[in-house]
């Protein structure tokens, strides 16, 4: 596609249930990031994909979230059992190859979780 | 540990002033220093990309340094405009990610 493409754009859940964000990212780029955007603060990295090798996941806040990529493309973030403290805006951003000096990174315009 | 730090954390100016915001980092082992432009709502916007080799970007009006020996950038934009009211915010690629600072809020008065 043109641009990073995230799904869905808004979401309110109850406490406790699960959610699940997609992205899909630039066709032909294999990093895929998603990024985390809570109110007032800056972004904090979740978790990192390159290619078809085992993700870089030191970014994720606890055991409730985790993210997997199908096919080298399309991301799902899934968080289990949602706390209120996970609203947030979910970013996710793709580039062309592994990280290097040159690669510009492209953002989502993010899903807006809502945790009431 | 890897920080970024922007300052000012906000700044209102006259439509037609040149301006200066900076970006600071403590860790200058990086591959890139990238700046960008975040509309309320919306997501980020890429603006410009410094290797770590490289002194400067240029694009239009906009204009970004990097040294990193003294572990600064700053993003010049000349004569403003109101449409250049948004968050700006720097991000220096360590590895795998990038390292945001908190951002600029630019306000540009017409």
């Known amino acids: 596609g043109a641009g990073v493409s995230q799904s869905p754009s808004n979401k309110v859940t109850e406490k406790g249930k699960d959610v699940e964000l997609r992205c899909d990212p630039i066709?032909?780029?294999?990093?895929l990031y998603w990024y985390r955007q809570s109110l007032g603060q800056g972004l904090e990295f979740l978790i990192y994909?390159?290619?078809?090798?085992?993700?870089?996941k030191s970014g994720l806040p606890s055991d409730r979230f985790s993210a997997e990529r199908t096919g080298g493309s399309v991301s799902t973030l899934t968080i289990q059992r949602t706390q209120q403290e996970d609203s947030a805006v979910y970013l996710c951003?793709?580039?062309?190859?592994?990280?290097?000096?040159?690669?510009?990174?492209?953002f989502g315009e993010g899903s807006w979780l809502t945790v009431v | 540990k890897q920080e970024v730090t922007q300052i000012p954390a906000a700044l209102s100016v006259p439509e037609g002033e040149n301006l200066v915001l900076n970006c600071s980092f403590t860790?200058?082992?990086?591959?890139?220093l990238q700046w960008f432009r975040q509309d309320p709502g919306k997501g980020l916007t890429s603006l410009l990309l410094?290797?770590?080799?490289?002194r400067e970007q240029t694009s239009g009006r906009l204009n970004a340094s990097l040294d990193k020996s003294s572990g600064r950038s700053t993003l010049y934009i000349a004569a403003s405009q109101p449409g250049d009211s948004a968050t700006y915010l720097c991000?220096?690629?360590?590895?795998?990610?990038?390292?945001f600072g908190a951002g600029t809020i630019l306000r540009v008065k017409s």
């Open positions: 951003a793709s580039s062309l190859g592994p990280p290097g000096p040159g690669n510009t990174i492209y």
């Open positions: 860790d200058s082992a990086i591959y890139n």
């Open positions: 991000a220096v690629r360590y590895g795998n990610k990038l390292v």
């Open positions: 410094i290797q770590s080799s490289q």
């Open positions: 066709s032909g780029h294999t990093a």
């Open positions: 994909f390159q290619g078809n090798s085992a993700p870089d």
